[in-house]
């Protein structure tokens, strides 16, 4: 039986001690979408650090239909927070490409994440802080997520943790449940996380912890994503000559 309270505390020491051995006295820097898992990790942050060392920076692309959202988390968590509109940054370096290169669908949903990631890590460097990253168990285990994108950061507090546990997290943190119970959209094409991915979080969540899965079709399909994206969650491959 999962024991949120236990495991929420667990993880609020947890930043504290990578605090402690890895930037005493920084900040932690957090991408802020509005959707759950930016608000779980910013509160853990703001509990384990107090709100004045939590910076939220938000990242919309032109315009957000939910920007609202991420302003609602921030002016509930009480943190500073900065506002970054990536738009014209994604838009020149597309233009900057070789105007021979076939830009692919691919490469035009995850410039985004990685922008964005470049931009928390210039706020970062200069704010005094640490990036975290805020990814989860369920999408990490079918690599659902953008490597190098949403995907890097210098500290992960959740991606042990799935959507189901951390949503009874969220709930114990105190936020507003329109953002624990928000449907979760890519941020990349406009669909839900569960439109791409082919199944619900509750059936991929039930699979991971218990193996159980009742469609066949859908076991298959989260075998396949898994096996195929192992190697978002492993060091780069690197040659060791012997000597």
């Known amino acids: 039986m999962f024991n949120a309270e236990k495991v929420k505390n667990e993880c609020v020491e947890w930043i504290r ?5 890895n930037g005493k006295g920084c900040n932690a820097v957090v991408g802020i979408s509005g959707g759950k898992d930016s608000s779980i990790a910013a509160a853990l942050c703001v509990e384990a650090l107090g709100k004045d060392r939590v910076i939220g920076v938000l990242m919309p692309q032109g315009e957000q239909h939910d920007i609202d959202m991420a302003y609602m988390l921030v002016n509930h968590l009480g943190i500073k927070h900065y506002v970054v ?30 922008i964005r990631m470049s931009t928390l890590y210039a706020i970062s460097q200069s704010s005094n802080g640490r990036v975290c990253n805020t990814c989860n168990l369920s999408e990490d ?23 189901t546990e951390l949503k009874e ?5 105190g936020l507003p449940r329109e953002l624990v119970d928000k449907t979760p959209i890519d941020g990349l094409c406009g669909k839900t996380d ?3 991915l082919g199944f619900t979080y509750a059936e991929l969540d ?9 469609d066949e079709d859908k076991k298959k399909l989260i075998d396949y994503k898994h096996k195929m994206n192992l190697f978002k969650l492993e060091m780069m491959p690197s040659f060791k000559p012997e000597m």
């Open 206 to 214: 039930k699979y991971i912890r218990e193996g159980i899965i009742e």
């Open 85 to 114: 509109n990536i738009k014209d940054t994604v838009n020149e370096l597309l233009k900057s490409l070789p105007s021979d290169l076939q830009v692919t669908d691919q490469t035009r949903q995850n410039l985004p994440p990685r």
């Open 17 to 21: 001690d990578f605090f402690e051995k």
């Open 194 to 196: 569960e439109e791409n």
């Open 169 to 173: 997290i969220g709930y114990l943190l």
């Open 141 to 163: 285990w079918v690599g659902y997520s953008t490597r190098y994108g949403d995907a890097a950061g210098d500290f992960s507090p959740m991606s042990h943790l799935t959507v």
